[in-house]
T-cell receptor, first 111, second 113 residues
């Protein structure tokens, strides 16, 4: 089982739709969580950190469920510019720190 | 402007040749990382460095080497021992190695001739 798993998609949604991505992690030593966005042939860029209390940044909402070991990203009112791959990132603390990247979920927003 | 730069953007390697990818940051970050990304796959860690003059192997270090002589610089050499080097190479840095957000350079795409 992969340490961080994401549905690869692609998710094809119309403009204005709400779309949700989930990411599961297997190691209970996971301590920090992030969502990154990666455009085609570009570097990943931090979208948002994920906190236990949940956090919102405009149209984006991230949630963490430690009991079930998953994090989620909700995008409301999708824009064409939201089309990208969304990477789930988990940092483990097992004596040393290790960053694990999910393979990403591809999103296409269409007019 | 503060940030991470990588060069070149594209690099072509001949069989049996060693090539070096540059990564420079002016963010005053202690930790730096090298990742490899293959199509449809997640990032895989090659090497990382938590401090100057120190580095550790990641998950796929075979066929690669690094140095960290300066805080700002973390070059990656792809040696002839790396039999499948074609990939997108990403350098990143973070303030420290402990639970810190990583910031990425624009990447180098390596192709084998």
């Amino acid at each position: 089982r992969k340490e961080v798993e994401q549905d690869p998609g692609p998710f094809n949604v119309p403009e204005g739709a709400t779309v949700a991505f989930n990411c599961t992690y297997s190691n209970s030593a996971s301590q920090s969580f992030f969502w990154y966005r990666q455009d085609c042939r570009k570097e990943p860029k931090l979208l948002m950190s994920v906190y236990s209390s949940g956090n919102e940044d405009g149209r984006f909402t991230a949630q963490l469920n430690r009991a079930s070991q998953y994090i989620s990203l909700l995008i409301r009112d999708s824009k064409l510019s939201d089309s990208a791959t969304y990477l789930c990132v988990v940092i483990l603390n097992t004596g040393g720190f290790k960053t694990i990247f999910g393979a990403g979920t591809r999103l296409f927003v269409k007019a | 402007d503060g940030g991470i730069t990588q060069s070149p953007k594209y690099l072509f390697r001949k069989e049996g040749q060693n090539v070096t990818l540059s990564c420079e940051q002016n963010l005053n970050h202690d930790a730096m990382y090298w990742y490899r990304q293959d199509p449809g796959q997640g990032l895989r860690l090659i090497y990382y460095s938590q401090i100057v003059n120190d580095f550790q192997k990641g998950d796929i270090a075979e066929g690669y080497s690094v140095s960290r002589e300066k805080k700002e610089s973390f070059p990656l050499t792809v040696t002839s021992a790396q039999k499948n080097p074609t990939a997108f190479y990403l350098c990143a840095s973070s303030i420290t190695a402990a639970q810190e957000t990583q910031y990425f350079g624009p990447g180098t795409r390596l192709l084998v001739l």
